[in-house]
């Protein structure tokens, strides 16, 4: 069979990057979809786009979609024949297929013999369907911000403006129409707008790439990402630097430019006492420059150097003309003397103040609604770090340090440049404090208590930056639902689960000996004090018992039904202890993990799990954990019983211990011991009915099992284990 | 020929003359004219930009076609930094041009008018960079792009897919040039005010001691408790034209809203949540006003879409 190519070229106006790179991707799954959809396969398919054009190449096609043979069920030959003569049924069922009664075949089912349609449907010519599947496969790319343009009501991500469609070497028909104005495919694709802006004829789909590549087009995005990021390097290493390349950049300046050439420009070196990251952020998110810093790489994918300054240089992807370079530098020098000659104006206006006479503008800026100001914001930050610093017993230095940078924690928010680069809150703050003589740890404890910013952020290493980053999260938490705006399904303004996590991950890492529970119930009354509002407690002690859940599960890849038994089925009380004591909450649950993993959790789950279900029936409460004050020994009739005593009683010191040093191997060795004993109750020559007709003796035994089970609560809730297969 | 300030008749050599801030704007008037626009005059009421002036805002609105090309003064009373930042001012002038249907072939007539300036995308690296638009405070939004000249933003561009609420079909496109950063860039100078604005005088000679003055009543002059009741005037007066089914005077008072709230924002007297709700309330007049234009140019059997006018633009 002949192996056909079908080239397809989309001409734009140039579209944002982030289309480009969702609408290659949704290409590169969804068309061969299409044509098996179709009967059709396809040997391979190539995707490619720049901002201008989406190209794809689907290579191997048969001529023809093959035939496809269908027998169709009719009606049973008992009612399509009277008297040996066709019927209603058979009739009907026969024009229905388009068929005479003569050409329906008979087939023995297992249900009698019955009429059947042989049909076939011939395959159609594959240009004459891609005809059709080009313009779903056009149309129904998805995105964000799609527009109509011109008169008509069509949506894409940016006007088209052409179609190149070839079948083999023939011109491929498709129409696309919006509005008046109506877009036919040609043989013609675009060359760059100033290097080639006459048309290029396509003469075969096989010599596009190559044909575009004389147009001045790099039509494969891996390609221009390659030719960036080697270009990038190599014109560094002229300035005896490297440049720091970041992913996300990379990716956008791929799909902003056609033809990329790397050129480098210099900056006046007097900005470079500005804060780095200030240079960096005009650079990178207003100018997409790669920065350069000082000292060569090892190799071309080398990580940049850590610690290395800033060189007074920068590096611009253009799309412009390799001749031009030197006119486009000087252009581009300009531009970025200006912004960082704004950026220094700021810094010389800020820093004409200490980062402390900053503070009476907070008051003018409001936190939130009915919320007051950042002013008594930062206030409240100060009182929740003191109640967290008291919690950690921290010596008066770290308190007043702790308290100074709650103090200063939010000033930058109301200087020029943090107004200018909002991105920059905190990093300014820390620039800003070093300038107004506080002390490193003061300094850095204004940075970190931002962190983490995102997902994939670090998280605060000094006390000050996670004691403040607590106070922090907790403040907007608790007063957020205080006034109602809990987030809701994918709703969630106020970032309010990230803050919450960020509170849980904080205390695992830096593992803080924290109440959070308390923590929240002081800060929650002090809210609901001020006028007449609900305490929000309840609800915000469930949303954070869903938070340490998902993390749990998500992040540390705990199981399911381990979670659930470190936090208990039904019991707030019991699911409370993980939010008093969030480490132990942790700690529980990467030993349960770890114990399920080599196989003692199948030891013990037997024994616990048998006791815990009974022990239901019974009314012990769970803290009792003694059985000489609770069992009465007379009450036994088998020796079993007393054997079950003696092992609760041999427990009682390990599992006390256990409380105290959280070692849950010792507990749970203690009840790989009291595996036979309670074996020998249940199941022995001297084995009990638990549920006896006598009152007093089924209390007794529910009551040893009770214990068993509080011993057990004190690792977790077995009850709500599933049984390892 | 130039009239220099003693006012003495100047002989010019046009060869040798440079580029000036009057002379872009006259290319730009020449220029769009020539392809079919309007050549229309700047508003007489303050506005934050150009999209604000009858001219664009109410003209996107509905069927009828619409080409036109115009300066308009802009007021950002917040962007006033006294005149000390080389590269901000709060009252500058942008060039606008704004043509519905949007047609086919507006990119490459709008590098044309690059090369009318001087400009010729050959020689620079010309990106259409992603960049959409939205005024909360007028309903209205587009998507388009900002137009990179060897990375210094030169011109705004946007298809209006809303305006006032509506939806805008057919779609206009909205280009909007930052006219002092083009005249820098041409001028090779690095500040607003040592543009020259014609061969004598310079931008700073016009405008310095506005900016001055004007960026210490922004910040420290204006009286809060008179803006606040002119808010609530201009409001007032907005409503009553909206019921008389005034659209221009109506607008005139949204405008001055709009301004109005600049002004107070600038002096930081609205809170963060205070500006969610005057936005709210300045949007919903400009919404009425947006749909009385259209009702008003609906009962007219919307007049324009009969007339052979120039709306084609041609590259």
Redesign the interface.
Known sequence: MDKNTFLLEVGT??????FVAGALHQWRSQISASLSDHFLTAESIEVYGT?RRLVVLVHGLPAQQPDRHEEIKGPSLQAAFTNGQPGKAAIGFAQKQGLGVEQLVTRLTDKGEFLFALKRTPGQPTSQLLSHLAYEWIMGLEGK?L???????LKFS??I?WLLALWQEQLLPITITN?T?TMVSGLYSQGH??LHPQPVEITHSSRYQSQLQSAFIQVNPLHRRHSIQEQVQAIARTVGGHAVIYPELLDEVTH??EWPTA?IGAYDPEFLNLPPEVITTVMVTH???FPVLQGELGGELSAPIHGAPLLPYFI?I????PA?SS??A???E?????RL??AQ?FYQADTTHSLEEFLPKLE???F???LG?MGQKVGRIQEIAGCITRQLNLNAQQQQTILRTSLLCKADLVTQMVGEFPELQGVIGQNYALVSGESEEIACGIFEHYLPRNADDFLPQSLPGQVVGISDRLDTLVNIFGIGLLPSGSSDPFALRRAANAIINIIWSARLPLNLFTLLENTCIQFAAKGERQNPLPVLRDFFIQRVRNLLQDERSIDYDLVQAVLGDNDSTYTQLVLQDLLNGLDRALFLQTIRHNGTLGQIYPTVNRASRLAIHGDLPKEVLNPASIINPHLFLEPSEQGLYDALLQLLPITQSCQMDRDYQKLVAGLVAIAQPVSDFFDGPHSVLVMDENPDIRHNRLNLLAILRNHALILADFNCIVKDS | MGVNYHGRILKVNHEERGVNFQSVIATLHQFWSDRGCLIAQPYDVEKGAGTKSPHTFLRAIGPEPWSVAYVEPCRRPGDG?YG?????YQYYYQYQVFIK????NI?DTY?DSLRALGIR??????????D?WEDAAVGAW??G?EVW????EITQFT?F?QCGGLD????SIEMTYGLERLTM?LQ?V?GIAKIKWNDCLSYGDVHLQGEIEQSTYNFEASSPSLLFNLFNLYEQEATQLIQRQLVLPALDYVLKCSHGFNLLDAR?VI????RTRYIGRIRSLARQVAQLYFTQRESLEFPLCKLPIASQITG
Not at chain 1, 147 to 153: Q, V
Request: aromatic content about 8%; overall charge negative.
């Open positions: 106006e140039e579209m944002p990057a982030t901002p911000r527009m109509r343009w011109g008169d008509g009501d940016r006007p403006r509005g104005e707008r100033v902003l430019v050129i100018q997409r420059y611009t253009s799309n412009g003309d031009k006119l486009i000087a252009g581009n300009r531009v970025i003397r200006a000659a704004d104006f003018q800026v409001t939130q609604d009915t100001s | 930094r000390q930042n080389p590269n901000r249907p949007s047609p086919p990119q590098l995308p050959e020689d620079h690296d010309i990106r259409f960079v992603e959409n587009g998507v792009w000249l060897d990375g210094m298809y897919q805008c079909s057919p779609v860039y090779e690095d930081g809170s963060v949540s205070e």
